[in-house]
């Protein structure tokens, strides 16, 4: 429910010495500041760059200030193609794009700390988290602590240590009212929303099955090049990497399995499945599994199958299906999203005519909710329990054993390198041969 802007601010706190602050600027701002909403970009990779051109492209008053990546060369890619592009305002007129994107070269920061230098900025209201996994739940933290609304790309972790800070850390951003969408953008999809508002009405019954599925191609790899030390090349090449990205089945499948939570309205009590290496095998895909097969048991005794697999040249599917005890819904793909019972009858069908990007929305409702002072959002809790339960599937396929919620949520195996620099070691390191442990179920200890 919309606030006006004198209830946002007594709501959130941001009276000081009775002087109305700025509801967009958070704590420590005076109202007379004008009303641009200016954003720090962390992570300026492709997702990241995506993710700040569809800020940039809502009706608000948006304006990238302050970019921040590891590598000066992602975030000089960046920069270039955020500034290539054209923006319009409210009105539709394109305006020019030193209006949308003002980031000099001392707003441009480089290196493992470079996060902190733009989050610290104090007239930046949004930040935008698209770093590789890995490092979430430290930027979160960091951009919660200097009371800043956040879009955060998922997943938000990649082990169960960062999985208790994120939630730890969004209670705390829930205290401040500050909005945090995370990038699970089928919560932001007009026929999802439609279907599983009526699956939750009892449209079909109570759920008693259900599968959903990331089956496609191998993303990109980098190949290691000269000179590079071993934290470069695993951070370059940072999607096989668990620290960095958590495996596939985290970092691309949790869409799917997030959908299966949702239309479950909780969390697996266990998983068990199977997974392994059987074409991506070579020294440049770090340790992360090609496939991986499981059943999510919900708290009712449902089973809920999941798949996600990377080969090349096989059959594809990105999609989810469901079966209740009074009709099923076989697909959330546009127009053959349809709930149907068991006598052949349509219940609902939906019309994608006229649906937005979800990608888009996201950034739509967000920036909106900035803008007019409201606290609206907070997805953080949700974005870390589907990203637990996809490490939880990693933990099953990995280790050969039927994984508990509990014991996988209070794991202490943490992942992350004990130090950050250049000349640092990973924790997983290659063998002479140049190849990198690889899980081995039966035998790997993941709790």
């Given at each position: 429910?919309?606030?006006?802007?004198?209830?946002?601010?007594?709501?959130?706190?941001?009276?000081?010495?009775?002087?109305?602050?700025?509801?967009?600027?958070?704590?420590?701002?005076?109202?007379?500041?004008?009303?641009?909403?200016?954003?720090?970009?962390?992570?300026?990779?492709?997702?990241?760059?995506?993710?700040?051109?569809?800020?940039?492209?809502?009706?608000?008053?948006?304006?990238?200030?302050?970019?921040?990546?590891?590598?000066?060369?992602?975030?000089?890619?960046?920069?270039?193609?955020?500034?290539?592009?054209?923006?319009?305002?409210?009105?539709?007129?394109?305006?020019?794009?030193?209006?949308?994107?003002?980031?000099?070269?001392?707003?441009?920061?480089?290196?493992?700390?470079?996060?902190?230098?733009?989050?610290?900025?104090?007239?930046?209201?949004?930040?935008?988290?698209?770093?590789?996994?890995?490092?979430?739940?430290?930027?979160?933290?960091?951009?919660?602590?200097?009371?800043?609304?956040?879009?955060?790309?998922?997943?938000?972790?990649?082990?169960?240590?960062?999985?208790?800070?994120?939630?730890?850390?969004?209670?705390?951003?829930?205290?401040?009212?500050?909005?945090?969408?995370?990038?699970?953008?089928?919560?932001?999809?007009?026929?999802?929303?439609?279907?599983?508002?009526?699956?939750?009405?009892?449209?079909?019954?109570?759920?008693?099955?259900?599968?959903?599925?990331?089956?496609?191609?191998?993303?990109?790899?980098?190949?290691?090049?000269?000179?590079?030390?071993?934290?470069?090349?695993?951070?370059?090449?940072?999607?096989?990497?668990?620290?960095?990205?958590?495996?596939h089945i985290s970092e691309q499948h949790v869409h799917n399995i997030d959908v299966a939570n949702w239309v479950k309205k909780g969390y697996p009590v266990s998983i068990q499945g199977t997974g392994g290496r059987t074409v991506r095998t070579g020294k440049a895909y770090g340790e992360?599994?090609?496939?991986?097969?499981?059943?999510?048991?919900?708290?009712?005794?449902?089973?809920?199958?999941?798949?996600?697999?990377?080969?090349?040249?096989?059959?594809?599917?990105?999609?989810?299906?469901?079966?209740?005890?009074?009709?099923?819904?076989?697909?959330?793909?546009?127009?053959?999203?349809?709930?149907?019972?068991?006598?052949?009858?349509?219940?609902?069908?939906?019309?994608?005519?006229?649906?937005?990007?979800?990608?888009?929305?996201?950034?739509?409702?967000?920036?909106?909710?900035?803008?007019?002072?409201?606290?609206?959002?907070?997805?953080?809790?949700?974005?870390?329990?589907?990203?637990?339960?996809?490490?939880?599937?990693?933990?099953?396929?990995?280790?050969?054993?039927?994984?508990?919620?509990?014991?996988?949520?209070?794991?202490?195996?943490?992942?992350?390198?004990?130090?950050?620099?250049?000349?640092?070691?990973?924790?997983?390191?290659?063998?002479?041969?140049?190849?990198?442990?690889?899980?081995?179920?039966?035998?790997?200890?993941?709790?």
């Amino acid at each position: 429910m919309e606030q006006n802007r004198r209830d946002f601010l007594k709501a959130s706190g941001l009276f000081a010495g009775g002087a109305m602050l700025n509801p967009v600027r958070g704590y420590g701002f005076n109202s007379a500041v004008d009303e641009t909403i200016k954003v720090a970009l962390i992570g300026c990779g492709g997702r990241g760059t995506g993710a700040a051109a569809q800020a940039l492209s809502t009706t608000q008053n948006v304006q990238i200030v302050a970019m921040a990546d590891a590598f000066k060369d992602r975030l000089d890619e960046s920069y270039k193609n955020l500034t290539a592009k054209k923006y319009k305002n409210a009105a539709g007129t394109v305006v020019d794009t030193k209006l949308k994107v003002d980031v000099p070269e001392d707003r441009k920061f480089v290196g493992f700390d470079a996060f902190k230098k733009a989050i610290a900025l104090k007239d930046v209201d949004v930040v935008i988290l698209a770093t590789p996994p890995g490092f979430r739940p430290s930027h979160f933290e960091e951009a919660v602590k200097n009371n800043k609304h956040i879009f955060m790309e998922k997943p938000v972790a990649t082990d169960a240590p960062g999985i208790r800070k994120v939630l730890e850390v969004a209670e705390e951003a829930k205290k401040k009212k500050l909005n945090v969408v995370v990038g699970l953008q089928r919560h932001y999809q007009a026929n999802y929303l439609a279907a599983i508002k009526r699956i939750h009405d009892g449209a079909i019954g109570d759920i008693v099955g259900g599968q959903v599925y990331w089956v496609g191609s191998s993303p990109w790899m980098k190949e290691r090049q000269p000179n590079q030390t071993e934290m470069e090349y695993q951070m370059r090449n940072w999607y096989y990497f668990n620290w960095l990205c958590g495996d596939h089945i985290s970092e691309q499948h949790v869409h799917n399995i997030d959908v299966a939570n949702w239309v479950k309205k909780g969390y697996p009590v266990s998983i068990q499945g199977t997974g392994g290496r059987t074409v991506r095998t070579g020294k440049a895909y770090g340790e992360i599994f090609d496939h991986h097969t499981l059943d999510l048991v919900y708290a009712d005794g449902t089973t809920i199958s999941s798949q996600c697999r990377q080969f090349e040249g096989t059959w594809n599917k990105v999609d989810e299906a469901f079966v209740g005890t009074k009709g099923r819904i076989d697909s959330f793909d546009g127009k053959k999203t349809i709930l149907k019972d068991y006598k052949g009858g349509v219940i609902y069908q939906h019309d994608d005519k006229g649906d937005k990007n979800p990608y888009q929305v996201e950034h739509d409702e967000l920036f909106a909710a900035i803008a007019k002072g409201e606290y609206k959002f907070a997805d953080a809790e949700n974005g870390a329990k589907s990203t637990m339960t996809a490490i939880m599937g990693r933990m099953a396929t990995y280790s050969g054993k039927m994984i508990k919620w509990d014991e996988a949520f209070n794991s202490d195996i943490n992942l992350f390198p004990d130090k950050l620099a250049w000349d640092a070691s990973p924790k997983i390191l290659p063998g002479p041969d140049g190849l990198y442990p690889v899980a081995v179920p039966g035998k790997t200890q993941v709790i």
